[in-house]
C-alpha cells in the first residue's frame, strides 16, 4: 500500500464511515488516485475534490465516475463552496508547498469544516530539500524570497511547520498534533519491494505505522535534521 494509502486508511480509526456518512473534501486532490482505495470500501462516502487544473480534474471525474457521491470543483480552494455543506474532515496531500496564498488556504480548509471536524494536512519538503533540476532550485528561490514572481501553477516554497500551526489556530483550529513520513529509505523501499504474501504485506504497513508511532517522540528533534529524515509533514486540527 502506497504512503498516502495508509495515511488516508488512518482515518478509519476515528470516523465510522461503515454508515456512509462521512464526509471528505480533498483540497488540491489531483487525480484522486490516493482516495479511491477508501472509496472503495467505502462507496457512498461524500467525497468533494478541489482541484485547478483542468486536465487533473477531468482524470478525477473519470475515475471516481463508480462512486455515486463523489464529485470535482475545478478550482483553486481559496474560497468556501456555497453548494456544498461543511464537511466532517477537510484535508490536503502534497499541496500546501504549492499554494501561493497559504494564511487563505488554511482559513478556508477550516471554514469548509464542520464545528469539532477535522483538519488535516500533509505536504512534502521534498521540492525544496532536494530540487531536481536547477529550475525547480530557482523556482523554489522565487517562491520563498519573491513569491509575487511565481503564478500559482508553478508555485512552489518551503513550508515551516511552525507556521502551518499558527495560521491553523488564528483561523480557528486546535492543532492536536504533527506527524512526520516519508524517510527516503521507507519511500525507496515502499516504491521498490513487491510483497508476495498477506503477512509481507503487513509486515511492510508497519513502516508506515512506525512513522506515526515515533511521531511524537520527534518533537524535541533539531527541525532540520528532523526534516531531512522525515520530509514529509502532516499537521492535524480539529475544529473549534
Ligand atoms: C503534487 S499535487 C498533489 C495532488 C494530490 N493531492 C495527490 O496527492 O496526488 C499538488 C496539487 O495541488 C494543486 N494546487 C496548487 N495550488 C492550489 C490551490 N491554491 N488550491 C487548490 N489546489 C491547488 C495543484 O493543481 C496540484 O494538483
Same mark, same amino acid.
Given at each position: !500500500?502506497?504512503? %498516502? +494509502?495508509?495515511f488516508?486508511s488512518k ?9 456512509? !456518512? ?7 486532490s ?6 479511491l $482505495?477508501?472509496? /472503495? &470500501? @467505502? ?9 485547478p ?7 478525477a ?6 462512486? $455515486? ?5 475545478t478550482?483553486?480552494a @481559496?474560497?468556501?463552496?456555497p453548494? +456544498? ?9 502534497? *499541496?500546501? +508547498? ?7 488556504f488554511?482559513?478556508?480548509? =477550516?471554514? !469548509?469544516t464542520k464545528s469539532g /471536524?477535522r483538519?488535516?494536512h &500533509?505536504?512534502?519538503l /521534498?521540492?525544496?530539500?532536494h530540487?531536481?533540476? =536547477?529550475?525547480? &532550485?530557482?523556482? *523554489?528561490f522565487?517562491?520563498?524570497?519573491? $513569491? %509575487?514572481?511565481?503564478p500559482?501553477?508553478?508555485? *512552489?516554497?518551503? *513550508?515551516? $511547520?511552525?507556521?502551518?500551526?499558527? #495560521? #491553523? ?7 492536536d /498534533?504533527?506527524?512526520y ?6 519511500? &525507496?523501499?515502499l516504491?521498490d ?7 509481507? +504485506? ?6 508506515s ?5 515515533i511521531s511524537?517522540?520527534l518533537?524535541g !528533534?533539531?527541525k ?6 522525515f ?8 475544529k473549534?
Open positions: !500500500m502506497q504512503s %498516502k +494509502e495508509f488516508l482515518l478509519e480509526e476515528s470516523h465510522d464511515f461503515g454508515g456512509g !456518512m462521512i464526509s471528505i473534501l480533498d483540497l488540491g489531483g487525480q484522486s488516485r490516493s482516495a $482505495p477508501l472509496l /472503495g &470500501r @467505502y462507496p457512498q462516502t461524500r467525497y468533494v475534490g478541489i482541484e487544473s483542468e486536465t487533473a480534474a477531468a482524470a471525474r473519470t475515475l471516481l465516475a463508480p462512486f $455515486p457521491n463523489a464529485r470535482v470543483y478550482q483553486l @481559496y474560497e468556501p463552496l453548494d +456544498e455543506a461543511p464537511f466532517d474532515i477537510v484535508l490536503s496531500l502534497s *499541496v500546501l +508547498e504549492h499554494v501561493k496564498q497559504l494564511d487563505r488554511l482559513a478556508n480548509s =477550516i471554514a !469548509m /471536524g483538519i488535516i &500533509r505536504y512534502d /521534498g521540492h525544496s530539500l530540487p531536481s533540476s =536547477i529550475k525547480e &532550485r530557482f523556482q *523554489v522565487l517562491g520563498n524570497h519573491f $513569491p %509575487k514572481l511565481l500559482e501553477h508553478k508555485f *512552489v516554497r518551503y *513550508v515551516d $511547520p511552525d507556521e502551518v500551526v499558527r #495560521l #491553523l489556530e488564528k483561523s480557528g483550529a486546535h492543532v /498534533g504533527i506527524t513520513h516519508q524517510m527516503p529509505d521507507h519511500k &525507496r523501499f516504491k519491494f513487491v510483497p508476495t504474501s498477506d503477512e509481507v +504485506e503487513t509486515l511492510v504497513t508497519r513502516l505505522e512506525w512513522e506515526f508511532d511524537p517522540h518533537s !528533534m533539531q532540520a535534521k528532523r526534516e531531512l529524515l520530509p514529509a509533514i502532516s499537521v492535524w486540527a480539529t473549534r
